[in-house]
C-alpha cells in the first residue's frame, strides 16, 4: 500500500510543477506538446478506444471527419469544390446561407485528366440517341391517337346536336353549375375558430349555392324574425303566413324541436328529476351512465304500460275488438234497400223499425222498490206505473198531443 500512494504522490508533484513552468511539457505522438492545464475528463481518452499503452494524446479530441467547408462555398454539392463548381456564381453561397443547396453528382469509376475531364465528348452515351428516339416515337404516336379520339367526339356531337332534348340540355345547364361551383371551391371562407386553445383562424367551406337566396332576405320587413350575422342564424319562421308545403326555410327552432334535439332535451330533464328524487346522476359528468339510467327507465316504463293494458283488457275486454268478431261479415259489409227518411232536427219520419214491446215484470224501475208490471195505468201501493209512464213521455216527443195512440202504434 505504500508503493501506490507514493506514486500517487509523485504524479501530482509532477503535475503541480508543470503547470508552474518548472518542467517541460508532455509531448504526443505527433511530437507536440499538451498543455498542463487540460483537466483530465478532457485528456484521458475514452476506455473504448484502447490507447493505454500509446502514452498521451490529445488524438481523441481532434477533427476525425474530412473538412468539406469548401462544399458549400457555391452550390452545395459534396462532389467538387468551388473551381470546378460549373453553376453561376452565387452572391452569397450555400455555405452562408444554407438554401437551395445542389445535388452531389455520380462520379464515374475511371480517372481522367484535366484535358479528358473538359473533352467535348465527355460523358457521351452512343445508346441515348436510340432511346430519346424511341420515347420520341412513342409520344408522336400518342398524340396521333389523342387528336383522331377528338375529331370522332366532335363529329358525334354535331350529330347529337340536331336532335338533342330539352332535358339533355337542362341536365347539362346543370353539369355546368355544378363544375362551376367546383372551380369556385365552394367560396372557402376565412373564419374563427373555437378551440380549447383560445381559439384559430381556420377554413371553412360554405356549402349554400349562391343561386338560392339567402335567408336574411326571403322577408324584408324589419319586424321580421331576427338574423344574428355573426353566427348565421335565424331562429324564427321568416315567412309565417306562407303555406308549409311552399316554404324551403322554417327557421332554425326547427331543429331543436325534432331529431336527436328532442331526444336530449328528454334525457336532460330526466337527469334533472333523478338527481331531485336522490340518484347520483350528472348528465355533463357522466353522460353514459345518464343515457343507461334513461333508457333503462324508459323500458321499464313501457312494460309497465303493456302489462296494465293487457290487465284492463282481460278484466273489461275490448269492446271494439269483440262486437268486430262477434258480428257476421256480412253484416259488417252488407248492403239493404230500405229507405228511411229524416226531418231538418235529425227526427225519423219513414222506415223506423217497429219492435213488439214486452212486459216488465218484476222490474225495479226509477225509485220504485217493490215489484210492478202493466196494469193500464193503474196506481199500486201509491206508486204511479213507471213504464206508462216512459210511454208518455215518448208519444209526446214523437207524435202531437192532440192524437193520443195506443202503445202498440206509437212506434
Same mark, same amino acid.
Given at each position: 500500500? !505504500? ?5 500517487? /504522490? ?21 511530437? /507536440? ?18 490507447? %493505454? ?58 480517372? +481522367? ?80 375558430? /373555437? ?10 367551406? &360554405? ?10 332576405? +326571403? ?88 302489462? &296494465? ?8 275486454? $275490448?269492446?271494439?275488438?269483440? %262486437? ?12 239493404? %234497400? ?31 222498490? /217493490?215489484?210492478?208490471? !202493466? ?5 199500486? $201501493? ?30
Amino acid at each position: 500500500m !505504500v508503493a501506490p500512494m507514493e506514486d500517487r /504522490r509523485k504524479q501530482l508533484e509532477l503535475k503541480e510543477a508543470r503547470k508552474a513552468g518548472l518542467v517541460p511539457a508532455e509531448v504526443d505522438e505527433d511530437g /507536440r506538446e499538451i498543455n498542463p492545464h487540460i483537466p483530465q475528463y478532457l485528456s484521458s481518452a475514452p476506455w473504448y478506444l484502447n490507447q %493505454e499503452g500509446r502514452g498521451p494524446s490529445l488524438k481523441h479530441q481532434r477533427k476525425w471527419k474530412p473538412d468539406s467547408s469548401h462544399a458549400k462555398s457555391c452550390c452545395g454539392a459534396m462532389t467538387h469544390d468551388k473551381k470546378a463548381c460549373a453553376d453561376r456564381p452565387r452572391k452569397l453561397g450555400a455555405k452562408w446561407t444554407d438554401k437551395n443547396i445542389a445535388a452531389d453528382e455520380k462520379i464515374e469509376a475511371f480517372q +481522367l485528366d484535366y484535358d479528358g475531364k473538359r473533352h467535348r465528348w465527355n460523358g457521351y452515351d452512343a445508346a441515348y440517341p436510340c432511346i430519346y428516339n424511341q420515347v420520341r416515337d412513342e409520344a408522336r404516336s400518342k398524340y396521333l391517337k389523342e387528336r383522331q379520339f377528338k375529331k370522332l367526339e366532335k363529329i358525334d356531337n354535331q350529330h347529337k346536336k340536331d336532335g338533342v332534348s330539352d332535358i339533355e340540355d337542362d341536365l347539362r345547364v346543370d353539369e355546368a353549375k355544378v363544375e362551376e361551383c367546383k372551380q369556385t371551391d365552394f367560396a372557402r371562407v376565412k373564419k374563427r375558430v /373555437r378551440t380549447t386553445g383560445g381559439g384559430s383562424t381556420g377554413t371553412v367551406r &360554405n356549402l349554400r349555392i349562391r343561386e338560392d337566396t339567402a335567408k336574411y332576405l +326571403l322577408n324584408l320587413d324589419v319586424n321580421s324574425a331576427h338574423y344574428d350575422p355573426k353566427t348565421h342564424s335565424m331562429r324564427e319562421d321568416p315567412l309565417p303566413n306562407m303555406d308549409a308545403n311552399d316554404k324551403l326555410y322554417v327557421g332554425d327552432n326547427l331543429k331543436r324541436v325534432s331529431g336527436e334535439a328532442l331526444e336530449f332535451k328528454r334525457l336532460n330533464s330526466h337527469a334533472w328529476e333523478a338527481y331531485e328524487k336522490g340518484h347520483d346522476i350528472h348528465l355533463q359528468a357522466a353522460p353514459s351512465q345518464a343515457e343507461l339510467h334513461y333508457r333503462s327507465c324508459k323500458m321499464s316504463k313501457e312494460k309497465f304500460m303493456s302489462q &296494465n293494458k293487457a290487465t284492463i283488457i282481460e278484466r273489461y275486454g $275490448n269492446a271494439a275488438a269483440a %262486437e268486430e268478431e262477434m258480428l257476421p261479415r256480412e253484416l259488417l259489409l252488407g248492403q239493404s %234497400e230500405r229507405n228511411v227518411e229524416y226531418d231538418r232536427t235529425g227526427r225519423i219520419i219513414k222506415g223506423r223499425l217497429v219492435f213488439q214491446r214486452a212486459s216488465t215484470k218484476k222490474a225495479f224501475i226509477s225509485i220504485t222498490t /217493490r215489484v210492478i208490471g !202493466v196494469h193500464g195505468g193503474r196506481i199500486i $201501493n201509491g206508486v204511479t206505473n213507471a213504464a206508462n209512464r216512459q210511454l208518455e213521455i215518448a208519444t209526446a216527443l214523437v207524435l202531437p198531443v192532440s192524437k193520443p195512440l195506443k202503445p202498440q202504434q206509437i212506434l
